[in-house]
């Protein structure tokens, strides 16, 4: 049964979670991702194909970040 997975936090570690879940893909799809940075998010969003807002139908999400980035909204 494959998952839909939305990472939250695009920082420089998410990129190894995108590898992650891209060497997954028979069982997990990357759906959605946020960021505080609008450009990084963007970027990334544009990147791995993906909505920039979460959507309902999520299986698991990432929530990636420092103590720095946990004060904002996505």
Known sequence: MEKNIAVVGCGRISKKHFESIKSH???LELVAVCDLDKKVLLSHSKKYNV?????????VLFIIGNEFSRTGEC
């Open 51 to 59: 909505t920039y807002t979460l959507e309902p139908n999520i299986d």
């Open 25 to 27: 893909s028979s069982n």
